[in-house]
């Protein structure tokens, strides 16, 4: 009965598939074609090449503003989110109400996606990378409470009630029984998004939130696809760059933070 049962299921769940790639056009001929004029410009792409050495500064001063943008959009986020997630934790706040309401405000917030935030921010602030930080740092303040919630939800006990052993309060359960086990734990989290939030901070760009992001959609527009790949180069290399040092980084933290347990 039970190998009947997900087997219907699994031919539902194939039908689905199937229905859906056929109404979003995935058995178009129109899609053979397309990866035909895909190689095109590809091929039009290539060498990469920003036009001029005045152009590649340009882009390379862009990419700061973006770097910066991700950064300071991530590093307000995780300062505004620190206390909110202590609020939202079950083991450390224990008033419903409380507990309700940071969880519904975290969650209105990581509802709504960055681009949209930045669309919202641009009509507020106007143009520009202020815009950027701020839509980054909204939607990644939802982000990062839940995340840091969780980790203090989790976090072990027997520190606590150590702590509360030797008559130590509710403050200094936090301070010395929680802290020590979930800081290295929301850094690694923190540097992960620093990195994730730099593809993010180029989005956001194209619709004029500042960085790199302008640049490259303007070059689209223009079909200037080699000075496109220049630039797509330069944000793939910034990527991997910040990948590899904070990768390094979070291992150090996660290693330390063991060892502190222990």
Known sequence: MKDRTALAVGLALVAVLVYGMA???FFDPRLIDGVGQLGSLFGMMLPPDPGSW?????????LGE????????TLLAAILAFPVGFLAARNVVANRIVHFLSRRSLDT????DVLIWALIWINVV????????????????????KLFSEAIEASDRRPVEGVASTGGGR????RFGILPGVLPLMASQVLYYIESNTRSATIIGIVGAGGIGLHLAEQIRTLEFQQV?????LVLIAVAAIDWLSTRLRLALIGRGRVARA
Not at 54 to 62: F, V
């Open 54 to 62: 005045d152009r590649a500064t340009i882009y390379l001063k862009a």
């Open 126 to 145: 106007g143009l520009g990378p202020f815009a950027g930080v701020l839509a980054l740092m909204t939607s990644d303040l939802g982000t990062f409470g």
């Open 229 to 233: 790949a220049f630039i797509i180069l």
């Open 171 to 174: 403050l200094q359960r936090i």
């Open 109 to 112: 917030l990581r509802g709504v």
């Open 66 to 73: 973006t770097l910066a943008i991700a950064f300071l959009g």
């Open 23 to 25: 109404r979003l056009g």
